[in-house]
Protein backbone atom coordinates (compact mmCIF):
# COMPACT_ATOMS: atom_id res chain seq x y z
CA UNK A 1 0.00 0.00 0.00
CA UNK A 2 1.39 3.52 -0.86
CA UNK A 3 0.12 6.43 0.25
CA UNK A 4 -0.11 9.92 -1.39
CA UNK A 5 -1.18 13.22 0.35
CA UNK A 6 -1.87 16.31 -1.69
CA UNK A 7 -3.95 19.40 -1.56
CA UNK A 8 -2.05 21.37 0.76
CA UNK A 9 -1.54 25.19 -0.58
CA UNK A 10 -0.39 29.00 1.01
CA UNK A 11 -4.09 30.32 2.53
CA UNK A 12 -5.38 32.92 4.89
CA UNK A 13 -6.64 32.83 8.15
CA UNK A 14 -10.43 32.03 8.46
CA UNK A 15 -10.24 30.42 4.78
CA UNK A 16 -10.25 26.49 4.19
CA UNK A 17 -8.45 23.90 2.88
CA UNK A 18 -9.13 20.24 1.96
CA UNK A 19 -5.92 17.63 1.59
CA UNK A 20 -6.38 14.07 0.24
CA UNK A 21 -5.25 11.10 0.47
CA UNK A 22 -4.76 8.25 -2.27
CA UNK A 23 -3.66 4.54 -1.98
CA UNK A 24 -2.57 2.61 -4.83
CA UNK A 25 -0.79 -0.65 -5.29
CA UNK A 26 -3.24 -2.29 -3.39
CA UNK A 27 -7.28 -2.91 -2.54
CA UNK A 28 -7.74 -0.27 -0.09
CA UNK A 29 -7.86 -2.78 2.39
CA UNK A 30 -6.01 -0.08 5.75
CA UNK A 31 -8.13 -0.69 9.37
CA UNK A 32 -8.05 2.96 9.37
CA UNK A 33 -6.07 6.11 7.80
CA UNK A 34 -4.54 8.97 9.96
CA UNK A 35 -3.66 12.70 9.64
CA UNK A 36 -0.40 13.80 11.51
CA UNK A 37 1.22 17.19 10.88
CA UNK A 38 4.65 18.25 11.81
CA UNK A 39 6.05 21.28 12.48
CA UNK A 40 9.49 22.64 11.98
CA UNK A 41 11.85 20.92 14.70
CA UNK A 42 8.95 19.27 16.00
CA UNK A 43 7.70 15.80 16.44
CA UNK A 44 4.71 14.42 14.20
CA UNK A 45 1.28 15.17 16.29
CA UNK A 46 -2.04 13.54 15.37
CA UNK A 47 -4.64 15.99 13.84
CA UNK A 48 -7.41 12.67 13.43
CA UNK A 49 -8.29 9.56 12.19
CA UNK A 50 -10.71 7.27 10.55
CA UNK A 51 -11.88 3.96 10.32
CA UNK A 52 -12.35 2.53 7.32
CA UNK A 53 -15.36 0.42 7.57
CA UNK A 54 -17.23 2.15 10.29
CA UNK A 55 -16.52 5.76 9.77
CA UNK A 56 -15.85 6.25 13.14
CA UNK A 57 -13.14 9.41 13.48
CA UNK A 58 -11.03 10.74 16.05
CA UNK A 59 -9.94 13.92 16.00
CA UNK A 60 -7.24 16.31 18.33
CA UNK A 61 -8.67 18.77 20.75
CA UNK A 62 -6.54 21.24 18.90
CA UNK A 63 -8.67 20.95 15.35
CA UNK A 64 -11.88 19.56 16.66
CA UNK A 65 -14.82 21.83 15.19
CA UNK A 66 -12.54 22.96 12.83
CA UNK A 67 -11.22 19.56 10.97
CA UNK A 68 -13.45 16.67 9.52
CA UNK A 69 -12.10 13.59 7.96
CA UNK A 70 -14.09 11.02 5.47
CA UNK A 71 -13.32 8.62 3.66
CA UNK A 72 -14.44 7.04 0.04
CA UNK A 73 -14.07 3.41 -0.17
CA UNK A 74 -14.55 2.83 -3.66
CA UNK A 75 -11.96 5.21 -4.58
CA UNK A 76 -9.84 4.17 -1.61
CA UNK A 77 -9.41 7.85 -0.56
CA UNK A 78 -9.41 9.82 2.66
CA UNK A 79 -10.07 13.34 2.70
CA UNK A 80 -9.47 16.20 5.90
CA UNK A 81 -11.33 19.25 5.20
CA UNK A 82 -10.17 22.01 7.41
CA UNK A 83 -11.83 25.35 7.95
CA UNK A 84 -11.34 28.21 10.18
CA UNK A 85 -7.66 27.95 9.26
CA UNK A 86 -5.21 29.71 11.39
CA UNK A 87 -1.55 30.51 11.08
CA UNK A 88 -0.70 27.70 13.88
CA UNK A 89 -1.69 25.03 11.80
CA UNK A 90 1.12 25.76 9.59
CA UNK A 91 2.69 22.32 9.09
CA UNK A 92 3.37 19.69 7.03
CA UNK A 93 0.61 17.11 6.93
CA UNK A 94 0.69 13.16 6.75
CA UNK A 95 -1.63 10.79 6.00
CA UNK A 96 -0.72 7.45 7.42
CA UNK A 97 -2.60 3.98 7.56
CA UNK A 98 -3.06 1.26 10.17
CA UNK A 99 -3.68 -2.23 8.13
CA UNK A 100 -4.92 -4.15 10.82
CA UNK A 101 -7.54 -3.34 13.96
CA UNK A 102 -5.84 -1.32 16.67
CA UNK A 103 -7.97 -0.30 19.49
CA UNK A 104 -9.33 3.52 19.63
CA UNK A 105 -6.93 4.68 21.96
CA UNK A 106 -3.86 3.86 19.68
CA UNK A 107 -5.32 5.20 16.82
CA UNK A 108 -3.89 8.97 17.78
CA UNK A 109 -0.28 7.19 17.99
CA UNK A 110 2.18 7.74 15.64
CA UNK A 111 3.92 4.31 15.93
CA UNK A 112 0.97 2.30 15.72
CA UNK A 113 0.79 3.46 11.92
CA UNK A 114 2.33 1.29 9.41
CA UNK A 115 2.62 3.18 6.35
CA UNK A 116 2.94 7.10 5.70
CA UNK A 117 2.56 8.90 2.97
CA UNK A 118 4.67 12.13 2.00
CA UNK A 119 3.67 15.22 3.21
CA UNK A 120 1.92 18.60 1.97
CA UNK A 121 3.06 21.77 2.96
CA UNK A 122 -0.30 24.13 4.57
CA UNK A 123 1.05 27.59 5.53
CA UNK A 124 -1.47 29.77 6.47
CA UNK A 125 -0.44 33.59 6.65
CA UNK A 126 -2.15 36.41 8.81
Known amino acids: VQLQASGGGSVQAGDSLTLTCATSGLTFSSYALGWFRQYPDKEREFVGSIVRRTGKTFYADSVKGRFTISRDNSKGTVELQMSSLQPADTAVYYC????????????????????WGQGTQVTVSS
Open 96 to 115: AAILTPAPDHALGVGAVYDK
